[in-house]
């Protein structure tokens, strides 16, 4: 049983939050040993409630307890569905059945997704962007957000308190000791987790973010609190907080920071790589390194949690099956499809019998517009490998050719 939190965080304003210590791999995918939170939020009003979002299908029961530790059945007016993945919307049915009068209020794009959900699409009343809705003396107004994360995503701004209901945007993952971002947890950590969110969930779809968060800049929009359906509460600095996002869904890079990651079957291209990060450690970058080896294997998440704010990326593989090592080439599509942006690439291979890893590294990195500033193959299987000097040689090529694409 997960355990859930319900704290009025200001007059009327609450985040029901319940504590999700079971997924070990959001969407299927994503590695989150760190876990992750649901959170819903419930405005309460003189003329009734307005609760936005909901958790995952297997909490539904228990977001029911959470809503009458507040409200009776009979208040609650509306639902908001900001957006309509199953991690928020799971639980809409059942809320609905608890609540007999409550309408259900999305975008236009959600009136589409809507029809699978039997009660919700007889009480479906579609927004429009920029509408509000005023209720007891409270002004909620919708903006559309389309991909953050899905077509059919929309804020919720509430205009009164100024505070911005976000759903995926903003988002973190982990569970959190505090509700707010300045409660019990390092800021950088904080944002670490947020990182890790957007990129992996909302990564291929960051050209959106940047026009959702220019829009919400022109709107004159500036919450004192941003409140995200996943992770913790932003009030120490919500305009920091957004101009990181926007920084992230830029894929603006770190000075100087290098992601490293290398498959090595039985330590010839680990061998190389480690030559290769300290002379890129001696010439002023900071690697961040990540190796597959018969040993180790990391997780994606971080890798590409590490690969948006990257200046440069430095991946190793031997061929394998006369192709590119299978895990190097996950991680490598994985990273263009959520974190390229004109990055540079450096490409280091091994090969015994015959040379292909790379090759098709060099077709997946230009084929999504990184500039590959060096590409290093070298035929070896002995246990020397290459001579010191060799590796050295190589290693300051490396080192040459980054230079010369842009100074760390
Ligand atoms: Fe948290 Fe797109 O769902």
Not at 223 to 249: C, N, Q, S, T
Not at 263 to 287: D, F, I, K, Q, W
Not at 368 to 388: D, R, T
């Amino acid at each position: 049983m997960a355990t859930y939190r319900v704290q009025e965080i200001e007059d009327g304003f609450y985040i029901l939050r319940v504590n999700d210590r079971y997924t070990n791999y959001f969407e299927a995918l994503w590695e989150i040993p760190e876990g992750i939170t649901y959170n819903a939020y419930l405005l309460k009003t003189s003329e009734g409630a307005v609760l936005f979002d909901g958790w995952k299908k297997v909490y539904s029961s228990q977001l029911i307890d959470a809503l009458e530790t507040v409200i009776g059945p009979e208040e609650l007016r509306y639902v908001v569905v900001n957006h309509l993945e199953p991690d928020h919307s799971g639980s809409l049915e059942d809320v609905l059945r608890w609540a007999p009068n409550a309408k259900v209020l999305g975008s236009r794009l959600a009136a589409r997704l809507i029809k699978a959900f039997p009660r919700a699409r007889e009480r479906f009343q579609a927004v429009g962007d920029g509408e509000a809705l005023e209720l007891g003396g409270e002004r909620i107004r919708f903006i559309y957000t389309p991909w953050l994360h899905w077509p059919e995503t929309m804020v919720s701004w509430v205009e009164t308190r100024r505070i911005l209901v976000t759903c995926d945007a903003f988002g973190g993952y982990g569970i959190p000791f505090g509700l707010f971002d300045d409660e019990c947890i390092r800021w950088e950590d904080a944002l670490r987790a947020m990182q890790k969110y957007v990129v992996t969930v909302i990564g291929h779809y960051r050209g959106w973010i940047v026009k959702a968060l220019d829009k919400l800049h022109k709107a004159g929009i500036k919450p004192r609190i941003i409140a995200p359906a996943h992770g913790l509460m932003w009030r120490k600095d919500p305009g920091y907080v957004m101009r990181f996002y926007e920084r992230l869904a830029r894929g603006t890079p770190v000075k100087g920071k290098a992601l490293v990651v290398y498959g090595s079957m039985y330590g010839t291209v680990e061998n190389m790589v480690r030559r290769l990060v300290c002379a890129m450690a001696r010439e002023g970058y900071s690697p961040v390194v990540y190796g597959f080896t018969d040993s180790k294997r990391p997780q994606l998440s971080e890798i590409l949690t590490d690969a948006i704010d990257s200046e440069v990326i430095l991946i190793a593989a031997p061929t394998y099956e006369a192709d590119l090592f299978p895990l190097i080439r996950l991680v490598a599509e994985e990273i263009c499809w959520k974190a390229s942006d004109g990055k540079k690439a450096v490409i280091v291979s091994s090969y015994g019998w015959g040379s292909m890893a790379a090759r098709r590294l060099r077709e997946i990195l230009e084929g999504c517009n990184f500039s590959v500033v060096e590409s290093i193959e070298y035929n070896s299987v002995g246990p020397a490998g290459l001579h010191l000097a060799e590796v050295e040689e190589l290693a300051k090529k490396v080192v040459e050719a980054l230079k010369k694409g842009g100074e760390a």
